[in-house]
């Protein structure tokens, strides 16, 4: 599917330096980028960071953008890519901190922490589901994706999708299901 008219013309002026022209691209998927970017990190400023890079990237790639696909596919893709390269450094950073956390601090069970805010609890739980899995989710669920455009968004196949939301699922569920016999 290509892109609007209105999005061919941003595309084509920015290509020709008109910032403006960028701009409106960035102020037509701000909101798009930072909400896939905070489903990924479960953490504003690291979205605002992940958002703020994307649409620098894409600037920077703007030319390598071909139109077979609709521009905000493209933005996911980008933002999909530096948010599985943040996951990967916060992971490595996290081992050299998690032993010095565990023996510093009283062992908390993490979704006991925000025992009234439903939405922190399953950002929680989102969070703990390795970063593919949390992938397929997102863009599943929050982004409303199909399986087959998950699957081209993350560089696998409609049936590795199909496994990771299942498994994600299943976990979700599980961790979750406190939560749901609270409410009762």
């Known amino acids: 599917m290509a892109p609007p008219d209105d999005e061919l013309n941003w595309i084509r002026n920015s290509l020709a330096g008109d910032m403006e022209a960028y701009a409106a691209l960035v102020k037509q998927y701000q909101k798009m980028v930072h ?3 905070f489903r990924m990190t479960g953490s504003l400023a690291d979205a ?3 958002a703020q890079e994307t649409f620098l990237r894409a600037y920077r790639q703007l030319d390598s953008f071909r139109g077979e696909a609709k521009f905000s596919t493209w933005l996911c893709q980008i933002t999909i890519n530096l948010s599985l390269n943040w996951r990967a450094r916060e ?3 996290g081992d050299v901190h998690s032993k010095w956390v565990e023996n510093a601090t009283a062992e908390r069970d993490a979704p006991d922490e925000y025992p009234d805010e439903l939405s922190c609890r399953v950002q929680q739980a989102l969070n703990r589901l390795p970063t593919k899995q949390r992938a397929a989710i997102v863009l599943t669920i929050y982004e409303d994706r199909t399986h087959a455009e998950a699957a081209k ?3 696998c196949t409609e049936a590795t999708i199909s496994w990771r939301v299942f498994a994600a699922r299943r976990k979700l569920k599980r961790w979750l299901k406190p939560i749901s016999h609270e409410q009762r």
């Open 35 to 37: 909400a896939l970017a």
């Open 48 to 50: 605002e960071d992940l």
């Open 91 to 93: 992971n490595r950073r």
């Open 153 to 155: 968004l993350l560089d």
